[in-house]
């Protein structure tokens, strides 16, 4: 029964992680996609990059493309939709 009741926890465990994880690439797709339509950078080079190689690829992207410094945007973007969604 103890064994039982060790994968169930362990199991939460997981599904915890993995939507905590899912909740961060949205919000990342969310905010990069905004940037990109602020610099006006198409969106989906970006989010590909997201998807495929992670988000310094897709920071990259950005960079290269839509010729800014893109770090601080992304915090100030991010720091932004958090408040607009009141987290």
Sequence with gaps: MGCMMHDAI???DEYKTASINEQEFAEMAHV???????LGVKSA????????RGFGAA????CRT?????SS?????????RAERGE
Excluded at 32 to 38: D, I, P, T
Excluded at 45 to 52: E, K
Excluded at 59 to 62: E, I, S
Excluded at 73 to 81: D, I
């Design 10 to 12: 362990v199991g939460f």
């Design 32 to 38: 990069l996609k905004a940037m990109a339509g602020e």
């Design 45 to 52: 080079p970006v989010l590909d990059a997201l998807a495929r």
């Design 59 to 62: 920071l990259d992207v950005l």
């Design 66 to 70: 839509g010729g800014s410094n893109v």
């Design 73 to 81: 945007a992304y915090v100030r973007h991010r720091a932004r939709w």
